[in-house]
Nanobody, 122 residues
Framework: QVQLVESGGGLVQAGGSLRLSCAAS????????MGWFRQAPGKEREFVAT????????YYADAAKGRFTISGDNAKNTVYLQMNTLKPVDSAVYYC???????????????WGQGTQVTVSS
């Protein structure tokens, strides 16, 4: 059974940092890409960043470029999202996802975690 378990969310002041983790289990993810998405109340889910397990290629949403860094540890089957210089608009539930097609659309991902709340206070 595939499981993606996020952790690391919480409450932080504007300008602060958080590191989210996503531990993947249940299958081999070598041919998959891992993505982070977020959804704020009343808004649609939006792409944040993605990374390929093989090659470590990364892609970011414009809102994440320069502030967020996605990385992976193949040995631990864990993906991270380092978030710096956080802003109140970054407040959302952050979801980890895994997919072969991947990309910026959620439809490219086959597996999803339960989400972790990030709240940035002003």
């Amino acid at each position: 059974q595939v499981q993606l378990v996020e952790s690391g969310g919480g409450l932080v002041q504007a300008g602060g940092s958080l590191r989210l983790s996503c531990a993947a289990s249940g299958r081999s993810f070598g041919s998959y890409a891992m993505g982070w998405f977020r959804q704020a109340p009343g808004k649609e889910r939006e792409f944040v960043a993605t990374i390929t397990w093989s090659g470590g290629m990364t892609y970011y949403a414009d809102a994440a470029k320069g502030r967020f860094t996605i990385s992976g540890d193949n040995a631990k089957n864990t993906v991270y999202l380092q978030m710096n210089t956080l802003k109140p608009v970054d407040s959302a539930v952050y979801y980890c996802a895994a997919g072969i097609r991947a990309g910026r659309s959620g439809s490219g991902y086959d597996y999803w975690g339960q989400g972790t709340q990030v709240t940035v206070s002003s």
